[in-house]
């Protein structure tokens, strides 16, 4: 008879309305006798973002604050990050998403100015740690095209699309009735309109003189004073900039025909000097042949030499394959030409004073590229750049999976870092990065955290994202390991191989063992170690497995095709020509070819030569998927390595493989479909020699050819359709063998059967929602691990669930997560006593089941529901069903706070935390919806309350779903404002203070204020107050704090009302008594007198 367990119903009645409860229990399970006490509640979750890392996706503007030392990045998004020194950056986004056209500091005053493609200015403050916006100002009736506001002036000048003027206070961001209209700037006898407004200046040395530059080519010395224009200098081409000599005499403007004009600002008629700097110079005098626009110029002097003068564009039309990628530096009689990858978006030179009335002594360039930062010394021969501290490298090839590991192994960092300096470039500058300012946060984490993402080119970066930071660790390059690609010619058909055949698809690292796994998309693993020695390896270990669908005549393959063992049994499912034609699709791009199908190749030829191993990790075995009578290899779906057990399992639509690293021999290779038929336990056969694979090379594609989609994850096309296909939980065995894909294993120490003993199992998921576990059986001693070969046994089904399995983990009886057991870490090219001192074989953990009685949870999460059951005795326990509408993309078992939790995140955008093992819903936040594949392919949990998923193509994006995170994260994010003394203004010198030389000043407070200046029209532009200003604060106050304050308000007014009306009371009683006297006197007066008399 069963035994009732009123625990598991109260359990279900505090579980959500989705969530089911077995409303029985078998005897003996783990918490009949002692209950797990969960200590995790939804007050430990809260859910928020960290930090956003990474290169600004779709740069727009940059500004840079001379004196704080900070630089500003603003997006086609609307995207805002700052960055300081090493660890140092802050990122921000304004609500209407519009692209940032231009970025102003208030330089040391720990503010921001922001215009936006909408026609909007924004005022951030940036003396707190996340900058909130104080103060906005949207234009109704023009658009904005350039802003400028003069070092430590309050007043900011806005050229607008129609050719005026208007100037903000940017105190109060209200305009000023000061307007400078364009047709009071041109000469009245211009009969066409002059165009946007394309550069703003003050002369440096009078601040009454501003400096307006159309776009025609027509510029304008306005004097602010007498409210009309000094100067026009006109010339024929458009001008995309200005820049002014510090003495203020000369000004230089770049055009759009490639030629710089220099000219005195008191001889307008036309320009001291004319030079086209990448043209060719006709010996006849004639004007030089047109280039491209010279897009910006900038204009700066030293003391002790000549001036330098730096520009983007401008190269000749007969210039091959440059597109506005070069910037010139010219000074004195050299000019450097330094290329760049890819196209300039902005460049600022960076100076060591902020006064422009001074020698501007630049020392360094910074260059916005649309991929990249480069910032370029000027100090030195050569022009070198310095070395960047931030991670914009994440990018570099895109970002095709991504693994998060936290409070692993303290001595990884170091050990990672130390092999990964011997990788560093040479040649960069030798001082210091120029941006330098902020300060770093308090309190940060203590633990170690690496990421590890993969690219399409097939390499590996290690990152140290300790304390919310981010440092390249180390690089591999998977690639190394085969020949280079080559265009595959084939009789009838000229083809190019895959863009990216070296891609990385998903990959499994030991950080105790430092054991890595690597697959890739031309269905290849590579197996690696680490170690601290250079070695040469003469020939790389190769291994071909031949995977296809379950035919009737074969089962099983292995590594010799002509063995005496007896085939494996078949599975007892009929099949049928039918079935065939349901194999996968070929992958797009393949072709078969006129001399009969391709068989027995693999997709990428293994190098012959022998390959040099740095440092690092190191190739111990590789491991390729081969065609199959005209069948291309199937993806590989997903791979797991345990490094006590010397294996690694990989599986895709085909079935699973699992290959003995130690011994280089394949152990099973089984189809899908015989998985779900127990089979005895067989042995493999003596591998073959290895066969080097023809130079034919895999001809898939992932159908991609930009940059951004070629970064889509070479994910099979099994696993992506799982996402839209619904699954039914008793499927035909003709469906299995056509469509059912292999995607998740565990190794561990669990209980195969009922009546088996702990052993060691791998637990296989597929996208059916099967959950299967295969019996291990290793050597007795650690000795005999290289002679004796493995056995494994089927075990059939133990759980079916809807949807495709994401996750299974193991915990014993007290609730605690059951890692797999792995081999500690030895150098393999280390002495013999080295290795004997280090313990080889990590003892099992895991206690064993008594008679009757479970020791085990099982956890398992499939894309719309979970799991957790009992073993040995395989009972259910509990149910949740997580989704209905949506399904999840990623789950994860992870530990927090001392106690362990499954995390789910759904394409709905919700992330979800289910306590273990009631499965007792703890968080639901509707975070992120999933709006492309980057974020499916890189959202990963991990330990401690940390998560990640790339944002964009260049840029990580951390969270945090841990409440005590959350309330230290103010703590341990860094300041961008530190207080710093402005430097002193130039010395004007005796004669030019005796006689007038020197800076002319201006009370910009006369000409702009209301009062002489007037109110601005209050339909051009609406102000807004920010979220950051008081006004926006007494807006969103709310709860009983606001209403005690708007209570108290309200008294403090009824209190003042009443005094006035006291007032008012008794200043008319006041009136009263004087006119009632008045009254008085004047009846006196004429009391006693007649008629006649008055």
Known sequence: MKKFNIRKVLDGLTAASSSSVSSSAQPG????????QETLQSEHFQLCKTVRQGFPNQPASMAFDPVQKILAVGTQTGALRLFGRAGVECYCQHESGAAVIQLQFLINEGALVSALADDSLHLWNLRQKIPAVLHSLKFNRERITYCHLPFQSKWLYIGTERGNIHIVNVESFTLSGYVIMWNKAIELSTKTHPGPVVHISDNPMDEGKLLIGFECGVVVLWDLKS?????????DEAIHSVAWHHEGKQFMCSHSDGTLTTWNIRAPAKPAQVITPHGKQPKDGKKPEPCRPILKVEYKTTRAGDPFMILSGGLSFETVGRRRDCLTVMHGKSTAVLEMDTAIVDFLTLCETPYPNDFQEPYAVVVLLEKDLVVIDLGQIGYPSFESPYPFSVHESPVTCCEYFVDCPAELIPALYSVGTRQKRQGYSKREWPISGGNWGQGGQSYPEIIITGHADGSIKFWDASSLMLQVLYKLKTAKVFERARVKEEKGSVDAVDDDPFAVQTLSWCPDSRLLCVGGVSAHVIIYRFSKQ???????????VRMQNNFPDSAVDSPDPGGDQSPLPQNTAPSSPQQDSQDPPLPPGTNSTDTGPRDNTACLQLRTAPLKQSPGFQVELVVQLVWVSGEPPQPISSLAINSSYGLVVFGNSCGLAVVDFVQKTLLLNLSTADLYSPCEPRQPRSPRKTRQPSAALCDSNDGANA??????????????????????????????ESREAVCAF???ESFARREIALGACLLVGTTQGAVLMLALGLPHSPEQRHQQHLTIASCGTISQLKGGILTMALLDASGTLLLPAYEPWSDPN??????????KRRPPSPPGSLEGQDSQFLVLCSEKQAKVLALPSQTQLYKHSITEASFVLCADVVNMGGANCLMCFCANGHIMALSLPSLRPLLDVNYLPLTDMRIARTFCFSNLGQALYLTSPTEVQRLTYSQETCDNLQEMLSELFTPVETPEAPNRGFFKGLFGGGAQSLDREDLFGETAAGKASRTLAQHIPGPGSMEGMKGTASGVVGDLARARVALDERGQKLSELEER??????SADS?????????????????YQL
């Not at 009371?1065 to 006041?1070: E, F, N, Q, R, V």
């Open 830 to 839: 280390a002495s013999d006593e080295e290795k004997e001192r280090i313990k």
């Open 227 to 235: 409210k009309k224009a000094d100067y026009r200098y006109n010339y």
């Open 1075 to 1091: 006119f009632s006297k008045h009254a008085h006197d004047m009846m006196l007066k004429y009391k006693d007198k007649k008629w």
């Open 29 to 36: 399970t783990p918490r009949d006798a002692d209950p797990v």
């Open 746 to 748: 565990v190794f561990c």
């Open 1065 to 1070: 009371t008794a200043a008319m009683m006041a």
């Open 707 to 736: 940059s951004e989609e070629r970064g889509k994850s070479p994910t099979s096309d099994v696993k992506e359709a799982s996402f839209s296909r619904s699954r039914s939980s008793s499927v035909a065995s003709i469906d299995r």
């Open 534 to 544: 250079e070695v040469t390896t003469e020939e790389v270990q190769l291994l071909e």
